[in-house]
């Protein structure tokens, strides 16, 4: 069973910073591209961050940029997502997904976690 397990999700004050992992299991990843999403309550999931398969390249969205860092680690099947100078507008449950069928970083994406909640206080 392939299943993707985002975890290090919290409640952080703002300012403050948080590091979500996602272990993948079942199958592995390496060759494919890896992202981030957010929900908030009401709204559509939206995109935060990509990974190239190597690593080697990245897209934010303007939201995060400069504050979050995608990166992964291939020999353990996980990806990260730093967080730094949390703000209370990112509150939202961040997913982790990924995509089997392209090698491109922007697209649909086949594989996703369950999520993992991200509280910032102000």
């Known amino acids: 069973q392939v299943q993707l397990v985002e975890s290090g999700g919290g409640l952080v004050q703002a300012g403050g910073s948080l590091r979500l992992s996602c272990a993948a299991s079942?199958?592995?990843?390496?060759?494919?591209?890896m992202a981030w999403f957010r929900r908030t309550p009401g709204k559509e999931r939206t995109f935060v961050a990509a990974i190239s398969w190597s690593g080697g390249s990245t897209y934010y969205a303007d939201s995060v940029k400069d504050r979050f860092t995608i990166s992964r680690d291939n020999a353990k099947n996980t990806v990260y997502l730093q967080m730094n100078n949390l703000k209370p507008g990112d509150t939202a449950v961040y997913f982790c997904a990924a995509r089997t069928k392209s090698g491109l970083m922007l697209g649909a994406y086949d594989f996703w976690g369950q999520g993992t909640q991200v509280t910032v206080s102000s």
């Open positions: 079942g199958r592995t990843f390496s060759s494919d591209p």
